[in-house]
């Protein structure tokens, strides 16, 4: 069974809610990737693209296909609602393997990168200040002739070039306003959309709890221990 991914359940649902109240958006990323991973493996070190394909494995996996969106039209200001196939995201050719390294000339440099990982995402607030500047830092492997700093546009073309390196790296949706007809793309964060998922599923789940608890005496462990068919029986009787 070691290379068998786990799955969200309602028998795990509510111990994954709780761990990722305790850390920040990119940890719960990695408490995601982890969890549709072969075995749970680690899954820090693998490429952007990666971690966005297995994410959308495990909300595929326990939400469906479909991702309900709300975005905000930057033209005319009118609100869409949308709903994305999580086969649209998923990285061209599949997710194919991205190079170890590559190298970009900018500026009079020659700089060797690589693609930038959950661990460089994780360890990066993005609170602090030139918080964008020190994630691409983190991808720079070398630089000849060797710098102390590299100025901002040489960070900008190694930013540029890991969009074409690590495909899939950024969830994107290309939309469309009804209103002013505007097309624009738009960033969909995997992590944060799955997050909503399970927050919403895992606050549903204890109201339950709550609510046979009262009017039955049974533990949390009694609740989750029925069907979700039976126990929605007794929520109707109980308020019957």
Known sequence: ?????????????LDVWENGLAGPPAARS???????????????????SALNSLLLELRRGAF?????????????????????????????????????????????RTVTYRALT??????VDPATPRARQALLRRCVLRVDPPADDLPD???EDVARRLADDDPGAD????????????????ALDLAEHLWTDVSEYARRL??????????????????LAI??????????????
């Open 171 to 186: 969830a994107v949706v290309s939309l469309n306003c009804p209103q002013c007809e505007h097309s624009w793309d738009a």
């Open 206 to 223: 204890l109201h339950e709890v709550h609510a046979l608890a009262r009017a039955y005496g049974w533990t949390e462990a009694d609740v």
């Open 64 to 108: 469906g296909d479909a991702l309900p969106c709300t975005a905000d039209c930057p033209e005319c200001g009118e609100s869409l609602d949308v709903t994305v196939a999580a086969a649209e995201l998923l990285p061209p050719g599949g997710g194919a393997a991205v190079a170890a390294t590559a190298t970009v000339k900018s500026y009079g």
């Open 118 to 123: 959950g661990r460089d995402v994780r360890s």
């Open 153 to 155: 546009e040489v960070l």
């Open 30 to 48: 990695l408490l995601f990737a982890s969890m549709a991973a072969p075995g749970g493996s680690n899954v820090a070190d693998l490429p952007l």
């Open 227 to 240: 069907s979700p068919t039976r126990r929605q029986f007794y929520l109707e009787a109980s308020t019957g």
């Open 1 to 13: 069974m070691s290379g068998v991914p786990r799955q969200l359940t309602e028998a795990n649902v």
